[in-house]
């Protein structure tokens, strides 16, 4: 892998772990693209690196509501903030019981099937169109609200399913005030990804190599100033209505993907 190669593939999750367009998706496109020949192990490491980097990102652009959410913890009382915690929770386990019991056979979508990562991405444009015509609301995400959208990121675990556009779709069609939905999205998906770096790193899947660390820096940076411009803007997105213009590149880009793989 080339520095270049590093910078490119790091702007491509930091930019599209937020905005709606499958950032797992774009990542295995990104590999075909460039032709990316190193040994899985070694894609894993860097994939996960750019993953921690993103939620990096997340938890500074909202880092007065995870620090009001912990303070109102430690308050023991059945309070606001304790309940939007016990929503992410919540939200957590669908993903969770996948991520478990199911990861092998996940992990074998992920072998550069560019058909799939098509079709998907074809999905997700249907799914932004939707939610972009849904009216504006005042509503909350409620308990059962969280376990719907829990298993819509679920099933984003597809390549090519976006998993901002997912959840957030999902919870704005089912009522919830556009901005808290884009709210919740994000940081529902904190947990996880730290849960998953914990479990590949006390696994031992993940192997490093020195000579990568040139990489690995440059990726984490890239994936990281690109996450912090990309959540700040998905949120006006989705707030203004703006969700149609990523249908529309992933109907492209979804086009494109299985022309590709249909007659390459």
């Not at 995870?66 to 303070?71: E, G, R, S």
């Not at 990562?117 to 015509?133: E, N, P, R, S």
């Not at 005030?177 to 849960?195: C, H, Q, W």
């Not at 790193?201 to 984490?220: E, K, P, R």
Request: aromatic share 10%; net charge neutral; glycine share 8%.
């Amino acid at each position: 892998m080339e520095i270049i190669d590093a910078i490119i593939l790091g702007i491509v999750q930091g930019l599209t772990e937020f905005l709606p367009v499958s950032s797992s998706g774009h990542l295995e496109l990104g590999k075909a693209i460039l032709g990316d020949n190193s040994v899985p192990e070694e894609s894993l490491l860097f994939t996960v690196v750019l993953h921690f980097a993103t939620a990096l990102s997340t938890i500074v652009i909202f880092r007065k509501d995870i620090w009001d959410i912990l303070k109102g913890i430690f308050k023991f009382k059945w309070n606001e903030d304790l309940q939007f915690l016990t929503k992410i929770v919540i939200s957590m386990i669908p993903a969770i019981i996948i991520g478990l019991f199911f990861e092998d056979q996940l992990e074998q979508l992920f072998g550069g099937n560019i058909l799939l990562v098509g079709c998907m991405l074809i999905i997700t444009a249907i799914l932004l169109f939707l939610a972009d015509k849904a009216k504006s609301t005042n509503k909350k995400v409620s308990f059962k609200n969280a376990l719907i959208i829990g298993i819509s990121q679920t099933i984003a675990m597809l390549p090519g399913i976006s998993r901002s556009g997912a959840t957030i779709s999902t919870s704005v069609l089912l009522g919830n005030d556009k901005t808290k939905a884009a709210r919740f999205s994000f940081l529902m998906v904190v947990p996880l990804i730290f849960g998953k770096i914990a479990k590949d790193i006390l696994s031992g899947d993940l192997t490093y190599d020195s000579g990568n660390f040139t990489f690995l820096s440059v990726g984490f940076i890239s994936a990281f100033i690109s996450g912090l411009f990309a959540c700040t803007w998905m949120i006006k997105l989705v707030k203004n209505s703006k969700l149609s213009y990523f249908a529309i590149y992933c109907i492209v880009v979804g086009l494109i993907a299985i022309t590709f793989a249909l007659f390459n």
